[in-house]
Nanobody, 124 residues
């Protein structure tokens, strides 16, 4: 059974950086793209970034553009989220997810497989 495992979360001061990793424990042959989402307490889960495996095309929510970078390693079957210039409002549980559906990567229902989440806390 394929699982997605996030790592790299933690506590950081505002202006600092963290890198999240999302590794698949098994083969995901049908995965077309990977996404990162986040959910803050009392809020809905929101799209952060996505990347396609084949072309490496990326997409970001406006609030993280210029600060976050999503990338992938095909050899390691791993996706990364480099987060720079972190702000307190970035505090959330971050989830990675896999989809075999093309397009609309900002929609949570497009994804079939989810990781367990990684806590990111940014102090002011």
């Amino acid at each position: 059974q394929v699982q997605l495992v996030e790592s790299g979360g933690g506590l950081v001061q505002a202006g600092g950086s963290l890198r999240l990793s999302c590794a698949a424990s098994g083969r995901t042959p049908n995965s077309y793209a990977m996404g990162w989402f986040r959910q803050a307490p009392g809020k809905e889960r929101e799209f952060v970034a996505a990347i396609t495996w084949s072309s490496g095309n990326t997409d970001y929510v406006d609030s993280v553009k210029g600060r976050f970078t999503i990338s992938r390693s095909i050899a390691k079957n791993t996706v990364y989220l480099q987060m720079n210039s972190l702000k307190p409002e970035d505090t959330a549980v971050y989830y990675c997810a896999s989809t075999y559906i093309r397009g609309n990567y900002y929609i949570t229902d497009q994804y079939q497989l989810w990781g367990q989440g990684a806590q990111v806390t940014v102090s002011s």
